[in-house]
């Protein structure tokens, strides 16, 4: 029962990072005056013209988007990892970044404006894993999860290749740059648009995978003996790939491909509460979206120009992954 | 409570066994032998529901398996797997309550009642001191009553055990067949398999021997485990001796 409390200090930290990621940037604002604005937007005031411009307008919706991306990797990442029985599995595994990689450079080439970049890239995102969900029902097998995999491979493959046809066609001054940077991860072009397009798509998933938190925990041991225990199994893991796809594609259609965050962030929650996935789902959540609040932060804030979130996190993911495998038990305990 | 009527069982690719009729009801032990790839796991699998019969019927309480809901089924019939080390490190507890899965909501994870359930199901195999230990850190024998405990806590009056005591060493064998026995004298009904006609003897009230496609032979230990049958089914040659102290013994023959 140690969980609680653990849920608990994530739901803080989460805070205290989104506090950081709104007080740090170009022009700091204090704590105090952060706090101030929020409670002033509260009560229908203005706290100072000049802060709620930088806060509201540019710095919360980064900070709001960084956070819902964050949760929604991790919280892909963590169902996925629990619904395929592997540790080493990310929100990728079905191809949901690939292809909604190719379809949001397909956009950058076609020149279409940024609303459009992100509705294609979520499109074939949703597309792609529905294409491998019916490739695998369709090649019928006794082990349905592996041949779900192989197809997510086969047509990630394919969608890949479709990235670098894209690359080559593109113009390598302006568009090869944005696909680049687009394929790294960034946040840097954010609106408050899109925090609010987003979050609905990111709660729609979420709320699938929480209400079944029990029953999907139970598919990590294996078909046969879920069934056996009571669990409609294909019902449910049809429901983690739509939710998890739809989380994963809302998330990237935003932030371009961050790597890492669905892979590890599960990995660092497990020693704190437990492989169980009805704990490691909220604790996911809090972690991912407080992890990707403080390296967005850092990403804006360290250099002079803005560094790629996927290139940070794998700099951090790395090692600290190395380090997680290190400590002696198998790091998915 | 449980019965197959002329059984036939397979993939649609490939048929294993057919003509199978057999039937356990509680407080029966019915005890399923045969040579490796007979058809034992697969008959289990058609009996769960986890496959569907290729012919014939699986019927519980009357009612055939295929019309009864993953959860109506699992709150009859508990499956007990072979204990195999798995992918994430769950305490011997959280297992035990994976076996409330069948009496949660949809929407629901176990409650206290829950949680009491199944520290009882521990405490009735002497194994609630194992609780917060890793599953996959003890021993194949604790592992394996913790997947009985799981099977009791789901409250189903009949048990379907797929080789309970392979690899298992000899006391931690007779510590599981010692609570199948127990298990049996409270009103299960257990249908379990095994490589042992040793146990199949001193346990079963009935013994099923799948060979060769078909239901080899069917019947009180004493009319089945017999050295022409044992001979024929496993192919070698053996005998089954009466000790002196009233066990029976089964061994090679040798000529």
Known sequence: ?333 | MLQAHQLAIGYPQRRVAEGIDLAVGRGEVLCLLGPNGAGKTTLFKTLLGLIPALDGTVEIDGKPVASLSRQALARTVAYVPQAQVMEFAYTVLDLVLMGRTAHLGPFAAPSMADYNRAHAALDELDILDLADREANRISGGQRQLCLIARALAQDAPLLVMDEPTASLDLGNRFLVLDRVRALRERGFGVVFSTHDPDQARELATRVAVIADGRLAAYGTPGETLTGPTLSAVYGVPVIVERTESGRYVVGPLRT
């Open chain 1, 1 to 333: 029962m140690r969980a609680v409390p653990i849920v608990a200090l994530l739901a803080l930290a989460l805070l205290a990072a989104m506090l950081v990621g709104s007080m740090v940037g170009p022009y700091p604002i204090p704590a105090g005056d952060v706090i101030g604005a929020l409670l002033a937007r509260l009560r229908g005031d203005t706290y100072s013209p000049h802060i709620d411009t930088i806060l509201f307008q540019i710095r919360l919706p980064r900070v709001l988007a960084a956070a819902l991306v964050g949760a929604a990797l991790a919280a892909a990442g963590a169902s996925y990892q629990t619904l395929f029985r592997n540790p080493l599995v990310s929100p990728d595994i079905l191809g949901v970044s690939a292809g909604a990689g190719f379809g949001a450079v397909l956009g950058i080439l076609l020149s279409l404006p940024v609303i459009a970049i992100q509705g294609l890239g979520f499109v074939t995102g949703l597309v792609t894993v529905a294409i491998v969900y019916a490739l695998a029902r369709t090649l019928r097998s006794q082990n349905e999860v592996l041949v779900l995999v192989l197809a997510g491979i086969v047509v990630g493959a394919l969608a890949g290749a479709g990235i670098s046809l894209v690359k080559i066609l593109a113009d390598p001054y302006n568009q090869l740059p944005a696909i680049t940077f687009w394929l790294l991860g960034s946040l840097s072009g954010i609106k408050v648009d899109d925090v609010w397009s987003v979050a609905p798509l990111v709660i729609v998933g979420l709320l699938p995978l929480a209400l079944l938190r029990w029953r999907i925990g139970v598919l990590s041991l294996g078909d046969d003996e879920a069934r056996a225990l009571g669990v409609n199994v294909g019902f449910v893991r049809g429901v983690v790939i739509a939710a998890a796809t739809l989380i994963t594609a809302a998330a990237v259609s935003v932030s371009g491909v961050v790597g890492w965050i669905g892979l590890m962030i599960p990995h660092m929650v497990r020693p704190l509460v437990g492989p169980r996935y009805d704990r490691v789902l909220p604790a996911s959540i809090l972690m991912g979206a407080a992890f990707l609040v403080l390296v967005d932060t850092l990403a804006r804030s360290a250099a002079r120009i803005e560094i790629p979130l996927g290139l940070l996190t794998a700099l951090i993911g790395a090692p600290l992954f190395v380090w997680l495998l290190a400590r002696g038990r198998r790091v998915w305990s």
